[in-house]
C-alpha cells in the first residue's frame, strides 16, 4: 500500500519560512498527481497546492507567489517550500497523491485523492 509520510511542521514567527517534506513509499503507477492540504480548526480543508507528472502547477490564491511544490525523484520526495509565513497559514498541512485518469482521458488529475500523510502541524506567530 502507498505510504505517506510527513515531516517539516513546527512554529515560526510571521514572515518566516518554512519547508515541509512527504517521502512517498511504494508509488504504483508510471504517473502521479500531487498535492498539498490544509485545514485550521472550524474551517473546511483547502487545496493549496497540485504538481502533476508533466511538471504543471496549480495553487490556491492564499498561497500563489509565497508556496512551491515541488518533488525529488530519488526518493521520491515531494516539498512544500513556504515563504512568508502569515498567522492565516497556521493549519495542519497534508501531503496526498493519486493516480492520474487514464490515457485516453489525457492524464488528468481528477483531484480526488486517495492517498494522504499524517499531517504536520504549522503555526505561525504574529
Known amino acids: 500500500q502507498v505510504q505517506m509520510v510527513e515531516s517539516g511542521g513546527g512554529s515560526v514567527e510571521a514572515g518566516g519560512p518554512l519547508r515541509l517534506s512527504c517521502v512517498v513509499r511504494?508509488?504504483?503507477?508510471?504517473?502521479?498527481?500531487l498535492g498539498w492540504f490544509r485545514q485550521a480548526p472550524g474551517k473546511e480543508r483547502e487545496g493549496i497546492a497540485h504538481l502533476a507528472s508533466d511538471g504543471s502547477t496549480d495553487y490556491a490564491d492564499s498561497v500563489k507567489g509565497r508556496f512551491t511544490i515541488s518533488l525529488d525523484n530519488t526518493q521520491p520526495t515531494l516539498y512544500l517550500q513556504m515563504n512568508s509565513l502569515e498567522p492565516e497559514d497556521t493549519a495542519m498541512y497534508y501531503c496526498a497523491a493519486e493516480p492520474p485518469l487514464p490515457p485516453r482521458m489525457g492524464d488528468a488529475c481528477p483531484r480526488e485523492y486517495v492517498y494522504w500523510g499524517q499531517g504536520t502541524q504549522v503555526t505561525v506567530s504574529s
Open positions: 511504494r508509488w504504483p503507477h508510471n504517473r502521479y498527481c
